[in-house]
């Protein structure tokens, strides 16, 4: 079946994680998206561990379902090649500095007129606008400054960088959300606009209760650790053998919770008759918890928590996760055939749609490996 996006194409100037993702969730839903490198070593993911058979693993998880090309936009011929592919582009997609763009003379008050349709989409470390404009932002620095990292980890310790890229990975969400608002809207106009957003604006835009928490106090969110801001209990929780999750914080999951763990009284006692109360006093409710859930294992737990119907799980490790039968039985892990590595697992693709679904239907590009293929205008 064709994907949603289908007939549309997309010129993906990115590089290293925050563009390219949102460029690989287009491709994923049908679009033929170009990914457009530099000569010499490319998009600089490509130099990112760990390696199959000399390719980058992280680089094909999110540069697949794209044809590669390679244009050296520094020279006069590189340039007037990106612009014949603009002229029949529907969108353009770049995470350089704001201004590189424009200096190069292919920013977005170039390329409006060149092709009136065209949805130019960009994402830096700060945004186009405002005094951090001209900064370099990674993720690193925008989980720092949107808040992420004051709020995460223990209470007594050091501020916690999230360890997955989550400012990038977000970025590149809300940019082809971005996109897609852009092409319903270009139905109605018949015009192409300007999409942008930054890697700081994601990450800040994820702090929902905490600005909660500030726009209704004025004050500065604590740090609370494995607890819920507004939710209890809600929680990761040691058994004999390990850890499980429990979101008990509902009313008739409390009380079901309660009676459970062989503590019925406790949906009785003042300090956890509702939901505000056990968040007022999460510390003494969770030690109760924890000293009943220490006395079987996971696997018990989860069986009684399930029957119950009592929201849980188990905290699993990656090499789990990647094996769990829902995560297989939703295609969250699929196999392409590259030229080079041979038969590679990469990641599903996680919106499902009945008429016209994703899928991951070719590898990662080789360094320049469709130049003359997109460049002669022959279609995927």
């Known amino acids: 079946m064709p994907g949603s996006l289908e007939g549309l194409t997309v010129l993906d100037l990115t590089s290293h994680l925050s563009g390219p993702y949102a460029a ?16 010499g070593s490319g998009d600089s993911a490509r130099g990112m561990p760990p390696f199959v058979n000399g390719e980058s693993a992280p680089f094909m998880i999110w540069n697949r379902n794209k044809r590669g090309v390679v244009l050296d936009l520094k020279t ?34 170039v390329l409006r007129e060149r092709n009136p349709r065209l949805i130019y989409a960009a994402i830096s470390g700060f945004g186009q606008t405002g005094p951090y404009r001209d900064r370099g932002g990674f993720d ?7 808040g992420l990292m004051s709020v995460c980890g223990p209470e007594d310790g050091p501020p916690h960088r999230l360890p997955i ?16 608002a852009a092409l319903e809207a270009r139905h109605r106009t018949g015009r192409g606009q300007l999409v942008e957003t930054s890697l700081l604006e994601a990450a800040t835009s994820l702090g ?36 499980i999750t429990i979101g008990g ?14 503590a019925p009284d406790l949906k009785d006692d003042p300090r956890f008759r509702r939901n505000a109360d056990r968040v007022a006093h999460n510390d003494t409710l969770v ?55 041979g038969r590679f697992r990469t990641l599903g693709v996680p ?27 022959k279609m995927p």
């Open 24 to 39: 690989m969730m287009l491709a994923d839903h049908g679009a033929d998206v170009i990914k457009i490198e530099p000569p």
């Open 76 to 109: 006069d011929d590189g340039r007037e090649a990106l612009l014949g592919l603009v002229d029949r582009a529907d969108i353009l997609i770049e995470n350089y500095r704001p201004g590189v763009m424009d200096r190069l003379g292919l920013g977005w008050s």
């Open 140 to 146: 690193l620095m925008t989980q720092g400054m949107s």
């Open 165 to 180: 890229a989550i400012s990038d990975v977000a970025a590149g969400m809300f940019l082809a959300f971005g996109i897609v």
């Open 208 to 243: 929902v209760y905490e600005a909660a928490h500030y726009f209704a106090t004025g004050t500065r969110p604590p740090r609370i650790g494995q607890r819920h801001r507004a939710s209890a209990p809600y929680q990761v929780f040691a058994t004999a053998d390990g850890y």
């Open 249 to 262: 914080a509902q009313q008739k999951f409390f009380e079901t919770l309660c009676a459970l763990v062989g």
């Open 287 to 341: 030690g109760l918890l924890q000293e009943k859930l220490r006395a079987r294992p996971s696997a018990e737990w989860l069986a009684l928590l399930e029957e119950a119907r009592i929201p849980a799980g188990p905290v699993l490790h990656y090499d789990e996760v990647l094996t769990d039968p829902q995560i297989l039985a939703r295609e969250m892990v699929v196999e392409t055939e590259h030229p080079q590595t």
């Open 351 to 377: 919106v499902k749609m009945s008429e016209t679904p994703g899928a991951v239907r070719r590898p990662a590009p080789r360094l320049g490996e469709h130049t003359g293929e997109v460049l002669s205008g």
